[in-house]
């Protein structure tokens, strides 16, 4: 079992930022990848960012140029740094441990932009 912590979310005005964090806990197998999903009313779950452990990441393009994703694997932590936040922005962000063939979601956190 693994369990993920997140924390960081809340209100902000649009072009401001949030920094989100997800620790991990519990049964963590090197190598993995952790991340950011998120969710808004209505709408499926999609990608935001993942990184491996070896610190590749990929982001989705509607977050490029704003959003940076991090990691310090010796606290089992991710983190996403979101700058010039968009109202679209807002969802629950849920955070990731993937492995090939499992994977665990955190307990989700509200992000909430105003315009």
């Known amino acids: 079992q693994v369990q993920l912590v997140e924390s960081g979310g809340g209100l902000v005005q649009a072009g401001g930022s949030l920094r989100l964090s997800c620790a991990a806990s519990g049964r963590i197998i090197s190598p993995n990848t952790m991340g950011w999903f998120r969710q808004a009313p209505q709408k499926p779950r999609e990608l935001v960012s993942i990184?491996?452990?070896?610190?590749?990441?990929n982001y989705a393009d509607s977050v490029k140029g704003r959003f940076t994703i991090s990691r310090d694997n010796a606290k089992n932590t991710v983190y996403l740094q979101m700058n010039s936040l968009k109202p679209e922005d807002t969802a629950v962000y849920y955070c990731?441990?993937?492995?090939?063939?499992?994977?665990?979601w955190g307990q989700g956190t509200q992000v909430t932009v105003s315009s």
């Open positions: 990731a441990y993937i492995r090939a063939d499992y994977h665990y």
């Open positions: 990184i491996t452990t070896g610190g590749t990441t």
